[in-house]
């Protein structure tokens, strides 16, 4: 069985500061790992994913994330926040099986100005 | 535009009713899944199908059906509705039939109410 915390439902950050968003997950067998981003009234949409190949991976809008096996994470990070990056965040993890697909509960990423 | 459309945007009905929503995929994309997303349970995989057949299967209810017509488009059916079922449904599709390893484009949703 897998499944995904995603710790801070809410973060906040100033534009231009660095973004993290905190996931952890569960999974019996290796994972897939995924970031999803949800603009206001709009679907989801694939922002970088983790599937056994390089660790550190690298996604759209230079959002990037990295897999440690060790600490069960795959954090999102930024360098730099913009205002266009306000949005809601989905972690989600699926399994070799590749019959289920698992989410968290999302982080809204909030950016001032 | 992912280019997957859904239909309705939106759909209000009552307990106890019976509604369909319906998803047509990106051109040439063989996997349409359904997905949930509701305040009480955030986002839910609901099912997954692949060329017309049933592919994979998450937390779907046995009230809730779906199934893909040969020219790919997708129908999600929620009978026996109840408040709790009120949520934003989505859609998504992809190329290839794995849930997991390749990219899935989404729909806008269909927000359904339950009253």
């Known amino acids: 069985a897998q499944s995904v915390t995603q710790l801070g439902s809410h973060v906040s950050v100033s534009e231009g500061a660095l973004v993290l968003l905190r996931c952890n997950y569960s999974?019996?067998?290796?994972?897939?790992l995924f970031w999803y981003v949800q603009y206001p009234n709009q679907g989801l949409q694939l922002l970088l994913k983790?599937?056994?190949?390089?660790?550190l991976v690298k996604g759209i809008n230079g959002f990037e994330a990295e897999f440690k096996k060790s600490e069960t994470s795959f954090h999102l990070t930024k360098p730099s926040a913009h205002m266009s990056d306000a949005a809601e965040y989905f972690c989600?993890?699926?399994?070799?099986?590749?019959?289920?697909?698992?989410f968290g509960a999302g982080t809204r990423l909030t950016v001032k100005p | 535009d992912s280019g997957v459309t859904q239909t309705p945007k939106h759909l209000i009905t009552a307990t106890g009713q019976r509604v369909t929503l319906r998803c047509s995929p990106r051109?040439?994309?063989?996997?349409v899944y359904w997905y949930q997303q509701s305040l009480d349970q955030g986002l839910q995989f609901l099912i997954q199908?692949?060329?017309?057949?049933?592919?994979a299967k998450g937390n779907i209810l046995e009230r809730f059906s779906a199934q893909q017509f040969p020219d790919l488009h997708s129908e999600l059916n929620l009978s026996s509705l109840e408040l709790g079922d009120s949520a934003l449904y989505f859609c998504?599709?992809?190329?290839?039939?794995?849930?997991?390893?390749?990219?899935?484009?989404f729909g806008p949703g269909t927000r359904l109410t339950v009253t």
């Open positions: 199908y692949y060329n017309g057949e049933e592919r």
């Open positions: 999974s019996s067998v290796p994972p897939y």
């Open positions: 983790y599937t056994s190949a390089a660790t």
């Open positions: 989600a993890v699926s399994g070799d099986n590749n019959n289920d697909m698992r």
């Open positions: 051109s040439g994309d063989l996997s």
């Open positions: 998504a599709s992809s190329s290839q039939p794995g849930l997991a390893a390749f990219e899935q484009y």
